[in-house]
């Protein structure tokens, strides 16, 4: 499999997240645009990218998108990463019991990958590891979407690098 490009139809799927909740990408994407990110909870250039897709929902709140973070991870490390690092976005669990499906699906070649769906269901935008001017396009898109300013989330000079590969 290659990862998914821009333009290609996102594979539909339903995912268990942290809270027990069952989560689905048709039913999302009724609503708006979706972000996921997929990622490993061992991963360090994951927990540099949290507080800024943290910072995401806090510019532009959760009507209209949403933002969900694929951990492929069991649930219990899942678990504990989201006490950790406190996201105020679901967790999503593609279990390595289960083959990682949607993992497989996705194909993503480092973690973390960043996928921006689009209400058509097409792939908007990927991106792999930490990038501060991905994740200000990724926000750049989102505020275009629901027609309002669009945020910096992720400032050149906030003591983090521009870029670190995953």
Known sequence: MAVLSVGAQAPDFTLSGIDGKQYS?????AQGPLLAVFIKTSCPVCDLTMPYLNRLVEAYGGQGWHLWVISQDDQQASQ???????????????????GW???????????????????????????QGFSKADLNAVAESIAGHLGVQPAVVAERDDGNPDFRPG
């Open 25 to 29: 990408l048709s039913a999302a994407l």
């Open 80 to 98: 504990r990463y989201a006490q950790r690092l406190e996201p105020n976005f679901p967790l999503l669990v593609d279990e390595p019991a289960d």
């Open 101 to 127: 499906t949607v993992s497989c699906a996705y194909d993503p070649p480092a973690t973390p990958t960043l996928f921006l769906v689009g209400p058509d269901g097409r792939v908007q935008f990927s991106g």
